[in-house]
Nanobody
């Protein structure tokens, strides 16, 4: 059974940091690109960052560029999202998702509809 499980969410003050983890089971990640998405109340789900299987090709949304860093450990079947300098606007449920890695990854890296498998999400709250 294909499964993605996020962890590491929580509450933090503005300027703080969190590291999210996405653990995969039921399949190996080495053929999949992994994306992180988030959804705030009343807003659409948006792409945050994604990483190709080789870990060499990453993308970030403009809103998190320079503050977030995505990485992966294929041996552990896990992808991470290091979030620094957090802002209240980063408050959302964060999801990881997997898509089979093909050339289309480079044209639509953070398109929600291109991702086939999703985790259940983890809450991140940034507040003073």
């Amino acid at each position: 059974q294909v499964r993605l499980v996020e962890s590491g969410g929580g509450s933090v003050q503005p300027g703080g940091s969190l590291r999210l983890s996405c653990a995969a089971s039921g399949f190996t990640l080495d053929r999949y690109a992994i994306g992180w998405f988030r959804q705030a109340p009343g807003k659409e789900r948006e792409g945050v960052s994604c990483i190709a299987p080789s870990a060499g090709d990453t993308f970030y949304s403009d809103s998190v560029k320079g503050r977030f860093a995505i990485s992966r450990d294929n041996a552990k079947n896990t992808v991470y999202l290091q979030m620094n300098s957090l802002k209240p606007d980063d408050t959302a449920v964060y999801y990881c998702a997997a898509r089979l890695y093909t050339g289309s990854y480079y044209y639509t890296p953070l398109l929600v509809d291109e991702y086939d498998y999703w985790g259940q999400g983890t809450q991140v709250t940034v507040s003073s």
